[in-house]
């Protein structure tokens, strides 16, 4: 009986195998920050001083956790930050929306000189000090609005917006205008659920932006009880102490490490964007990719 003829090892094949574990190692490097960060945050502080934590928990406690939460300040911080992310990503939203729109339209007279100074705006600013004096002659400080106000449109977002929309079919905005359709209607009713990838995509950004915001809140925001995540967390960290890093009472009292704090503050920050990315996932690869190549 004849023996079946192996197939040759193409260099398809060979630059297949390549490509598998060249993405293998990029996912590995990718993730192992992250998962060791989960891992440290809980270990033990044994495990963590005698370096043994890899990919899995040593000693599995949640003792790092406890003494971040213990006296509620971190939820207040974590209420203020959702406060800023909504409400700021609903202003940015709007606000990118109507300025992309008429900018998409070439009939728009002084389009194109209106589109320079923008691009202008992206180019050059004021500096850090222009900014605040600014917003303190405007009585903003220690305001929300300190934060909301000066970054209601990202140039650049608003630019993506700008090319998605002028990628939209014109004649579908004709046709509603023949029967009778104002702009607010067609921008309502035609334009926004067809830029749905779009509007996905920049959710997410402007989001994880305003859920990360750490500098201008330190600028802008006198009272404790309205800092964010970030800050209260930066707060937290910088003024442990021996005495602050012990968990319980007694016999029983557990040290805790520096590392370890460290490590559940970074997972407590990123988790509730982790939790809110999967579900925009689908329409923020196709948002981006079709909003940026036009235009």
């Not at 003792?63 to 213990?70: H, S, T, W």
């Not at 300040?73 to 939203?93: D, Y």
Request: proline letters at 5%; charged letters at 15%.
């Amino acid at each position: 009986m004849a023996k079946p003829l192996r197939r040759p090892f193409s260099r398809s094949r060979l630059l297949q195998w390549l490509n598998y574990v060249l993405l293998a190692l990029c996912a590995y490097t990718t993730l192992f920050p992250f998962i060791n960060i989960i891992a440290v945050s809980f270990s033990s502080s044994r495990a963590i001083n005698a370096a043994e934590v890899f990919m899995w928990p040593v000693e599995f406690n949640i003792n790092a956790y406890f003494n971040l939460i213990k006296d509620g300040q971190l939820f207040v911080a974590m209420k203020n930050t959702f406060l800023i992310t909504v409400v700021g990503t609903v202003l940015n939203m709007v606000f990118t929306i109507i300025a992309a729109y008429p900018l998409s339209k070439s009939r728009l007279r002084g389009r194109n000189t209106m589109l320079m100074l923008i691009l202008f705006t992206m180019l050059f600013s004021g500096g850090l000090i222009p900014n605040f004096l600014l917003i303190n002659s405007l009585g903003l400080v220690n305001s929300y609005w300190s934060l909301w106000f000066p970054a209601l449109i990202s140039v650049y977002n608003m630019f993506v917006m700008k090319s998605f929309m002028e990628g939209l079919p014109q004649e579908l905005e004709e046709s509603a205008q023949i029967d009778g359709a104002g702009e607010a209607r067609v921008l309502w009713q035609i334009v926004l659920p067809l830029c749905k990838p779009v509007i996905a995509a920049l959710t997410l950004f402007y989001a994880v932006g305003w859920w990360n915001s750490y500098m201008n809140v330190l600028i802008y925001i006198r009272d404790t009880d309205k800092l964010s995540l970030m800050v209260k967390l930066h707060q937290m960290i910088s003024l442990l102490s021996p005495e602050m890093l012990r968990s319980g009472e007694g016999v029983q009292q557990v040290v805790l490490t520096p590392e370890g704090i460290r490590a559940a503050a970074v997972v407590i920050a990123i988790v509730p964007i982790l939790c809110v990315y999967p579900f925009l996932q689908r329409h923020f690869i196709k948002g981006v990719l079709l909003g940026s190549v036009k235009g």
